[in-house]
């Protein structure tokens, strides 16, 4: 892909594309921009892919909502992908925080780690 990494699964695994299909890939990838992000991946507005369907594609108002279905199909599947991506690098992050040494347990919903220094003198 654009950024060096590898297409995610399903991407690969999506059905072969017919000629017109390709404008709604690229209205996509267009109104990514346009999604609110926070701590989580952004959803795209409505609003942000109606005035696109209209000034860039230039769509009557009554495939506004096909264009819609299709562009928060792709939003949720890009979703998704996104979080099964964190949550698994999350896992490997964690380990590596820890490092070699470090013992966690969790107490509620707060995981808590206690690293073993041997150089340190105990107090």
Same mark, same amino acid.
């Given at each position: 892909?654009?950024d060096g990494r590898?297409?995610?699964?399903?991407? $690969?695994?999506?059905?072969?594309? $017919?000629?017109?299909?390709?404008?709604?890939?690229?209205?996509?990838?267009?109104?990514?921009?346009?999604a609110v992000s926070?701590?989580?991946?952004g959803r795209i507005?409505?609003? +942000?892919?109606?005035?696109?369907?209209?000034?860039?594609?230039? $769509?009557?108002?009554?495939?506004?909502?096909? &264009?819609?279905?299709?562009?928060? +199909?792709?939003?949720?599947? &890009?979703?998704?992908?996104? +979080?099964?991506?964190?949550?698994?690098?999350?896992?490997?992050?964690?380990?590596?925080?820890?490092?070699?040494?470090?013992?966690?347990?969790?107490?509620?919903?707060?995981?808590?780690?206690?690293?073993? &220094?041997?150089?340190?003198?105990?107090?």
């Amino acid at each position: 892909m654009e950024d060096g990494r590898p297409p995610p699964a399903w991407f $690969l695994d999506c059905p072969e594309m $017919l000629p017109g299909d390709m404008i709604y890939l690229r209205a996509f990838w267009d109104l990514r921009t346009e999604a609110v992000s926070g701590m989580t991946v952004g959803r795209i507005p409505w609003s +942000k892919a109606r005035q696109y369907g209209r000034e860039e594609l230039e $769509l009557p108002d009554d495939m506004l909502p096909g &264009f819609w279905r299709i562009i928060a +199909k792709l939003d949720d599947a &890009f979703a998704e992908w996104n +979080k099964a991506e964190y949550d698994k690098t999350k896992s490997i992050r964690e380990a590596r925080d820890r490092g070699p040494g470090a013992a966690s347990e969790t107490l509620g919903r707060r995981t808590v780690t206690r690293r073993s &220094f041997p150089n340190r003198r105990a107090r």
